[in-house]
């Protein structure tokens, strides 16, 4: 089983629709929790950090399932500018390290 | 303030070759990782290194590949007698901390090896 697991899409949406992602993670001593956002043929930016009790930035929510092991990424009111891969990252604390999914394409469409 | 850079932004070499790829992180980030990223992939970890501490090389795929960070800032990562199955975005970021931070991303060195 992979660290961490994402459906790759694409997901195609037209503008303003709500769409959402989740990921799950397979080490139940993962801590921290990150949705990062990369466009095409450039570097990963960070989008969101995930907390316990889910959070909220603008249009975008994230929620975290301990219990399944899961993380979800809500977007609402899709705009054309969201089109992009968004990676699911959890940190490895065994290894000191994050572990990065493979990503999910979102397209949003006019 | 300045973000994480890179350097080659683009290298092409032929196989066989040795190449080095820079990274320079943000200042005062005691955190320094390698990925890479071939065409349509996830990231893979390469190495991470965190002050002076011993680096985590768990991730390089053969001892034709090694890093140094030199004075807890820049690093360089090597790659000798490069193969084809090489070619790919070469990533570095930093962080404030540790790997539980946030980490910065350079904007990669595509190398393709001929």
């Known amino acids: 089983r992979k660290e961490v697991e994402q459906d790759p899409g694409p997901f195609n949406v037209p503008e303003g629709a709500t769409v959402a992602f989740n990921c799950t993670y397979s080490?139940?001593?993962?801590?921290?929790f990150f949705w990062y956002r990369q466009d095409c043929r450039k570097e990963p930016k960070l989008l969101m950090s995930?907390?316990?009790s889910g959070n909220e930035d603008g249009r975008f929510t994230a929620q975290l399932n301990r219990a399944s092991q899961y993380i979800s990424l809500l977007i609402r009111d899709s705009k054309l500018s969201d089109s992009a891969t968004y990676l699911c990252?959890?940190?490895?604390?065994?290894?000191?390290?994050?572990?990065f999914g493979t990503g999910t394409r979102l397209l949003v469409s006019p | 303030g300045a973000g994480v850079s890179q350097s080659p932004s683009n290298k092409v070499t032929e196989k066989g070759k040795d190449v080095e790829l820079r990274c320079d992180p943000i200042?005062?980030?005691?955190?320094l990782y390698w990925y890479r990223q071939s065409l349509g992939q996830g990231l893979e970890f390469l190495i991470y290194?965190?002050?002076?501490?011993?680096?985590?090389k768990s991730g390089l795929p053969s001892d034709r590949f090694s890093a140094e960070r030199t004075g807890g800032s820049v690093s360089t990562l090597t790659i000798q007698r490069t193969q084809q199955e090489d070619s790919a975005v070469y990533l570095c970021?930093?962080?404030?901390?540790?790997?539980?931070?946030?980490?910065?991303f350079g904007p990669g060195t595509r190398l393709t090896v001929l």
């Open positions: 970021a930093s962080s404030l901390a540790g790997p539980a931070d946030t980490q910065y």
């Open positions: 080490n139940s001593a993962s801590q921290s």
């Open positions: 995930v907390y316990s």
């Open positions: 990252v959890v940190n490895d604390p065994g290894f000191q390290k994050l572990v």
């Open positions: 200042s005062g980030h005691t955190a």
């Open positions: 290194f965190q002050g002076n501490s011993a680096p985590d």
